[in-house]
T-cell receptor, first 115, second 114 residues
Framework: NAGVTQTPKFQVLKTGQSMTLQCAQDMNHEYMSWYRQDPGMGLRLIHYSVGAGITDQGEVPNGYNVSRSTTEDFPLRLLSAAPSQTSVYFC??????????????FGPGTRLTVT | GNSVTQMEGPVTLSEEAFLTINCTYTATGYPSLFWYVQYPGEGLQLLLKATKADDKGSNKGFEATYRKETTSFHLEKGSVQVSDSAVYFCALSPPGAGSYQLTFGKGTKLSVIP
């Protein structure tokens, strides 16, 4: 198993540009989520999904869109990038079906800089 | 709402020193509590967890006990190694089935010097 994969690893955007951060997992996990990590702020939840076709907002959803058309993929879209979105983005998944599995598996992250 | 407060770093220790990283939380009911570790350039990995009061989580020589009376989940290790240098995050998830949203503390950077 590859676990949770994210692409790209690094990205530089200009203000106003759009892009999609990719996230995929091969563990058949129902629950997936996106976090952003900023210095001195810990990780904050952007959006999450409890299964294909179902998404919901987290703590800091503004400026981001998500969709979940398959169990495996959970892309994060920035429609019009702003410097405030400069951050490291992590995708995570968990097997919510077991009821006793509490470990969330994190991807390696995407470091995004918006100039 | 839910929140997690952990001691600010950075923390610098000599090899074989004793480590404590304090973590307290605010939540309704009995959340699940976690410590995650992030090594340089990597994503987060679960270090240990506790799902009910008085539970002790342990892994790789690290321990933390879920203290409901003090709403704390302090991380301890008796003898740190250089390889323990990383950022440590305390986190909670709310009680109830299907509640997997994690609330994180701000992280504590640990540097262990030989």
């Amino acid at each position: 198993n590859a676990g949770v994969t994210q692409t790209p690893k690094f990205q530089v955007l200009k203000t106003g540009q759009s892009m999609t951060l990719q996230c995929a997992q091969d563990m058949n996990h129902e629950y997936m989520s996106w976090y952003r990590q900023d210095p001195g702020m810990g990780l904050r939840l952007i959006h999450y999904s409890v299964g294909a076709g179902i998404t919901d907002q987290g703590e800091v959803p503004n400026g981001y869109n998500v969709s979940r058309s398959t169990t495996e993929d959970f892309p994060l879209r920035l429609l019009s990038a702003a410097p405030s979105q400069t951050s490291v983005y992590f995708c995570a998944s968990i097997n919510s079906g077991t009821g006793n599995s509490y470990e969330q598996y994190f991807g390696p992250g995407t470091r995004l800089t918006v100039t | 709402g839910n929140s997690v407060t952990q001691m600010e770093g950075p923390v610098t220790l000599s090899e074989e020193a004793f480590l404590t990283i304090n973590c307290t939380y605010t939540a309704t009911g009995y959340p699940s509590l976690f410590w995650y570790v992030q090594y340089p350039g990597e994503g987060l990995q679960l270090l240990l967890k506790a799902t009910k009061a008085d539970d002790k989580g342990s892994n790789k020589g690290f321990e933390a006990t879920y203290r409901k009376e003090t709403t704390s989940f302090h991380l301890e290790k008796g003898s740190v190694q250089v390889s323990d240098s990383a950022v440590y995050f305390c986190a909670l998830s709310p009680p109830g089935a299907g509640s997997y949203q994690l609330t994180f503390g701000k992280g504590t950077k640990l540097s262990v010097i030989p």
